[in-house]
């Protein structure tokens, strides 16, 4: 299966006016290495009237930013795992795995 997503490593490019985190409004732009993109996707908000905290809001833009290399080592769990006879609670992982990855890529 061909992947459709942005490929590249994806990195964070932070963007914040604030007086003090406390009170902190901007973005944080998820950009690719390759193709000259300019982002791939943008968090934005101010922590104070979203209800989210700074820390709480830098974490969700690194998992996206990670989610390229998150889809494949689960693609490579699964081709390893699938080699080996597993327990029940292997296969359900095994579900859960492509569960997921379909989810991403469909």
């Not at 769990?77 to 327990?87: A, D, Q, R, Y």
Request: with cysteine; proline share 2%.
């Amino acid at each position: 299966m061909e992947t459709k997503h942005t490929k590249g490593q994806w990195s964070l490019n932070y963007s914040f006016t604030a007086k003090d985190l406390k009170d902190s409004e901007g973005s944080i732009a998820i950009k690719s290495d390759v193709n000259d993109r300019p982002w791939i996707a943008e968090a934005k908000g101010s922590h104070v009237n979203d209800g989210m905290g700074l820390e709480e809001f830098e974490a969700n833009a690194k998992l996206i930013a990670a989610a390229p290399e998150l889809l494949e080592a689960l693609k490579g769990c699964i081709h390893w795992m699938s080699k080996v006879s597993l327990s029940d609670e292997g296969d359900q992982a095994i579900q859960l795995a492509e569960k997921a990855i379909k989810k991403a890529t469909t």
